[in-house]
């Protein structure tokens, strides 16, 4: 079934609300020579040197890299959030300059209104989108279901646990049907039970809608576990080392031994990285 919605620009287009497994599909992401640079009146940070990366549609790509090395940076650059200092963003070849309903971003702590029960936060986007109030539900029941909470719709965020609201926030996601989910560790809060639910939930929905996601971990059994790609980030300055395709069977389970070899694998070049950014700070020797 297909509606229209009015867009920020106010053109109209037609998005699939289909409640069938396949909805919509993902979008490619190009990203060309983006670098960002922080400039305030104490320090200037470089954030990120300047980063090229190709995501087909529908791929599922894991950013790997320890603590600021840029990662959220070219998350949120990639969602429209914040502007690079060079290079340019395409969704689907079109140039980003802004966010969209295609590429929604998903934090660590899902952020949920917290006057709205389960119902109302699934429904705000569609709200917003001048859905109709029966379509409204029907659409927010359906992806409330595909994550689990059935029977939680009236539940508000304070009454529910972090693997739920996640769930939730994922479900709101869902609910707009963008091309590309962007998550910047969405399950960094967890317990390892829960978030290796989430691991299952979220490969089953990628799996059967097709979205394109890039998502954001330290992690590298996450990233193993759930990408077809991962891409290895560096600190001082973020930069983009390593591209590792995965081509584990799935479901795949973090226990596996082949996961673990190539997560070992992987980790050793984070540490070569990590130990040649130090030295370059010691030294001064990296070009
Ligand atoms: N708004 C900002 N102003 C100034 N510096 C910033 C800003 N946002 C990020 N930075 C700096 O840019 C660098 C990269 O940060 P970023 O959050 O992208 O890293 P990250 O790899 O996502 O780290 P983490 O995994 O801890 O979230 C860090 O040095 C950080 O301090």
Not at 140 to 157: K, M, Q
Request: charged letters at 25%.
């Amino acid at each position: 079934m297909s509606i229209l919605r009015t867009t920020s620009s106010q053109s109209r287009e037609k998005i699939n609300t289909s409640t069938s497994s396949n909805d919509g599909g993902g979008i490619s992401i190009r990203v060309e020579g983006v670098s960002k640079t922080f400039i305030s009146r104490e320090k200037t940070v470089e954030a990120l040197r300047p980063v090229d990366l190709e995501v087909e549609a529908g791929e599922f790509v894991c950013f790997l890299g320890p603590s600021g090395c840029g990662k959220s940076t070219l998350l949120s650059i990639i969602a429209g959030l914040e502007t690079a200092s060079s290079g340019a963003i395409y969704a689907d070849d079109k140039k980003v300059d802004g966010p969209g309903t295609d590429r929604i971003l998903l934090f660590q702590e899902a952020a949920l209104f917290p006057w709205l029960d389960v119902q109302g936060n699934v429904e705000f986007g569609l709200r917003q989108m001048g859905i109709p109030a029966k379509q409204r539900a029907e659409t927010a029941r359906h992806f409330i279901d595909t994550v689990h909470l059935t029977g939680f719709e009236r539940s508000y965020p304070h009454q529910l646990s972090g693997g739920m609201r996640q769930r939730a926030a994922i479900a709101r996601a869902l609910a707009i049907n963008p091309a590309a989910l962007l998550m910047d560790e969405p399950f960094g809060a967890l317990d390892a039970f829960t978030r290796d639910r989430l691991h299952a939930e979220l490969e089953s929905i990628w799996s059967s809608t097709r979205k394109t996601i890039l998502f954001v971990t330290h992690n590298v059994r996450e990233a193993v576990a759930l990408g077809d790609r991962v891409v290895v980030f560096a600190p001082r300055p973020g930069r983009i080392v390593r591209n590792f395709k995965i081509d584990l069977p799935r479901p795949r389970s973090l226990e596996d031994h082949n996961l673990v070899d190539v997560a070992s694998d992987i980790l050793d070049v984070l540490r070569s990285e990590m130990e040649a950014s130090e030295e370059e700070v010691v030294h001064g020797t990296r070009h």
